[in-house]
């Protein structure tokens, strides 16, 4: 007989959990107690329950796996509500184990600590599931299901609880093997028919979302768009998805000039991998061409752009399947004419905007080929998700599901620890900072090492430009930061204050040689975001 915590355990073992993220509690810690016993996991301690979220989500964007954060009841459950929005709406594999009150006393309203009469219902709009187990024996079934639920198909956050009595009751049942969790591999119904439309085509235009980087489709996508032709243009989250240098990919869909004149001019739209998300793409004002959309599941289609042809199930072998149906001799491309537009156009920006773009050169000359830039919420971080070349996925991971501050940090932080050897930054604004600053010594405490560069310009300088923008008054969006200079060497992390392209470059090569934690102040101030005019 093993205890509930104990089958727990080894159910999350069996999915390749080798890493939790968490904070114990006066609820959880029976399942600290079987981590400590069992010794098969590594722990990181964190310093909030939104930054153990944030970090399970920077991992499992990595497609290492189940990222896994623990929890606790009532409050510590309510710090994981805004995180598990954003692995929500960004399709991340997390799983949030949060403990419960006593199983036989939920519902009582008998005032016990942390009570909330049905905790798991705060959770149901933002997960893919929730799972409640009420009996020792039903503890791990429940966690095989959960974490099945997370990975397969469309992937997708779970929520998780265990009440306080359930841990170190016995139990009957064992893990289980974990199941297959890759989904239905066949052929989709509307494959032929999307063949001979695409055949068809003359201005094929392809746009690529993240679940398709995420799944490492880029070179199955790029195969297809030589075979056409076709420009390739990215959701504003799928940076690196394809690679940036190649000649045919194009940028993010929302830029306005060559990318949306390519977009207007097509006469056939190949949606691969992406949700076509109203906050993504339509609210930007793009229009697209007929439209033929593949993607996990059928959730999305049809929400914000009809489909002629849907193509639910296995991307993989559904880009497969079009590759195979499709002519082997390349097509020329038709939109010579907007790729040379749209260099002008990159010229231009750096024209009109040198500081912001000197910026983003001296980040991009400085990080290698391969390596990863997690921004957050900020202008500079805006810039960088409209004029940042990645060339390979997770070559710039934004929050762009919930568009939530103090993202960034954390993430890179369960990014660095699922991907130790690839170099990696991260960036943030001095608002987003104070979100996650705690977050320092959990750095220290497990010796992970990176760049972070916090833009200090002393404001929420969006808001700001966006108050200025409507009402032509800025109101209340004045910062006043500690020294973060300071700050940072409080917590033990070497830290510099810099002010220029030339600095910021040299403060990155010398932090990524180095490989310990880095704090870069970045003193400076971005006037606006790049939406407006580009």
């Keep these: 007989m093993s205890k509930a915590s104990q089958v727990l355990l080894e159910t999350l073992r069996g999915f390749g959990v080798e890493l939790v993220f968490g904070i114990p509690s006066v609820h959880n810690i029976g399942f600290y107690e079987a981590m400590r016993e069992a010794g098969s996991v590594r722990h990181v ?4 329950e939104a930054g153990a979220v944030h970090m399970a989500d920077g991992y499992a964007r990595t497609g290492r796996g189940l990222g896994v954060a623990v929890a606790s009841t009532g409050p510590g459950a309510g710090y994981t509500v805004a995180p598990l929005m954003e692995a929500w709406a960004s399709c991340s594999p997390v799983l949030v184990l949060n403990s419960n009150i006593a199983s036989g006393r939920i519902g009582a309203g008998e005032g016990k600590l942390h009570e909330i009469p049905d905790q798991a219902s705060i959770f149901r709009s933002m997960t893919k599931a929730t799972f409640s187990p009420r009996s020792a024996d039903e503890v791990g079934p429940t966690a095989r299901e959960a974490a099945t639920t997370a990975l397969t198909g469309r992937p997708g956050p779970v929520y998780l609880e265990v009440p306080v009595d359930l841990w170190d009751k016995e139990t009957g049942e064992g893990p289980g093997p974990p199941p297959d969790t890759a989904g239905p591999a066949g052929p989709s119904k509307g494959l032929a028919e999307a063949i001979e ?4 085509a003359r201005r094929p235009v392809i746009v690529v979302g993240e679940d398709a980087g995420r799944a490492g489709l880029g070179p199955l996508v790029m195969a297809l768009a030589e075979r056409l032709g076709a420009p390739v243009v990215t959701e504003t989250q799928a940076g690196g998805a394809v690679p940036a ?11 306005k000039g060559a990318i949306r004149a390519t977009l207007e001019e097509a006469d056939l739209a190949l949606a691969l991998g992406t949700r076509l998300r109203e906050a993504d793409i339509k609210r930007h004002g793009v229009h697209l061409a007929p439209l033929i959309h593949a993607d996990w599941d059928e959730t999305w289609m049809g929400r914000n752009y009809e489909p002629l042809v849907r193509l639910p199930g296995n991307l993989g072998t559904t880009l497969a399947g079009l590759l195979a149906g499709l002519e082997t001799a390349p097509r020329p491309a038709w939109a010579d004419k907007q790729s040379a537009l749209l260099k002008r156009e990159i010229e231009t920006a750096r024209e009109t905007h040198p500081v912001e773009m000197a910026y983003l050169k001296a980040i991009r000359e400085a990080l290698p080929r391969n390596g990863d830039l997690i921004v957050d919420n900020t202008q500079l971080g805006y810039w960088a ?6 060339y390979e996925p997770g070559g710039l991971t934004a929050a762009k599901g919930a568009t939530i501050l103090g993202f960034a940090f954390p993430a890179a932080m369960g990014r660095r620890l699922a991907l130790p050897d690839r170099p990696l930054a991260a960036l943030i604004g001095d608002g987003g900072f104070l979100y996650c600053a705690q977050e320092l010594a959990t750095c220290r ?3 992970l090492g990176f760049p972070l560069i916090v833009v200090n310009d002393q404001a929420y300088g969006v808001i700001g430009y966006l108050q200025n923008l409507f009402y032509r008054q800025k109101y ?4 006043v930061n500690p020294d973060f200079v300071a700050l940072a060497m409080a917590f033990g992390v070497s830290a510099v204050r810099v002010d220029s392209p030339e600095g910021l470059h040299e403060a990155l090569v010398e932090a990524l040689s180095a490989q310990d934690m880095r704090l870069i102040e970045l003193a400076a101030r971005f006037e606006e975001p790049p939406f407006r005019r580009y």
């Design 45 to 48: 301690l964190c310093r909030t």
């Design 197 to 200: 439309r695409v055949r068809k």
């Design 245 to 255: 240098d190649h000649p045919l990919v194009f940028g993010v869909a929302p830029r």
């Design 385 to 390: 998700e409209y004029f940042y070349p990645a």
């Design 445 to 447: 405490r497990h010796g």
């Design 476 to 479: 209340e969006n004045a910062l």
